[in-house]
């Protein structure tokens, strides 16, 4: 069962497009992770965000917290075929351990 | 380029056999979780260690079992092995402490069981 929602589970779009994946949950996470997951590989660290309405910018990638800190969101600015992949959220309760969400398949066609 | 390794990357197993899969984590990291994620689904948390010991343990039953050494690398041990159990596993190390918990994830073992 996964406790953190992602929307939506598929996202396809033309090169230069922008694009949002959610995340939610009903619990309260210490931090919450963004990672992309190529075919056979394994997540790959995005961003780490820690404090409630914390936003950070990676490049065309923009990643917010929520202020409750039980959701998340991330924004891609004119979307390149290289942002194909598996966008998993995980939220941290401790230690390390993750709850993961089932993922967003982005598809960026040129 | 993580540091996180595992082997071996493909296995396949007949149902009712064994399997073992190792882990090295990432150099400084003394915290070792395993995942299990099968197709189009999220990672799920399996178990953690950290100084040898299990340190929490997910929604898997006993037939799934863990070692880890005093070089912090790991071992997931599954028995009795079922057709379900078909799935890509996930090797993560952390360091423990601090309020944000970055896990670094290997590449994976794909098991399949027939």
């Known amino acids: 069962t996964q406790l953190l929602e992602q929307s939506p589970q598929f996202l396809s779009i033309q090169e230069g497009e922008n694009l949002t994946v959610y995340c939610n949950s009903s619990?309260?996470?210490?931090?919450l992770q963004w990672y992309r997951q190529e075919p056979g590989e394994g997540p790959v660290l995005l961003v780490t965000?820690?404090?409630?309405?914390e936003v950070k910018k990676l490049k065309r990638l923009t990643f917010q917290f929520g202020d409750a800190r039980k959701d998340s969101s991330l924004h891609i600015t004119a979307a390149q075929p290289g942002d194909t992949g598996l966008y998993l959220c995980?939220?941290?309760?401790?230690?390390?351990?993750?709850?993961f969400g089932a993922g967003t398949q982005v598809v960026v066609t040129p | 380029e993580t540091g996180v390794t595992q082997s071996p990357t493909h296995l396949i197993k007949t149902r009712g056999q064994q399997v073992t899969l190792r882990c090295s984590s990432q150099s400084g990291h003394n915290t070792v979780s395993w995942y299990q994620q099968a197709l189009g689904q999220g990672p799920q948390f399996i178990f953690q260690?950290?100084?040898?010991?299990?340190?929490g343990r997910g929604n898997f039953p006993p037939r799934f079992s863990g070692l880890q050494f005093p070089n912090y690398s790991s071992e997931l041990n599954v028995n009795a092995l079922e057709l379900d159990d078909s799935a890509l596993y996930l090797c993560a190390s952390s360091l423990a402490g601090g309020t944000a918990i970055e896990a670094f994830f290997g590449q994976g073992t794909r098991l399949t069981v027939v």
């Open positions: 995980a939220g941290a309760r401790s230690w390390g351990k993750l709850q």
């Open positions: 965000v820690v404090t409630g309405g």
């Open positions: 619990s309260v996470f210490s931090s």
């Open positions: 260690y950290y100084r040898e010991e299990e340190n």
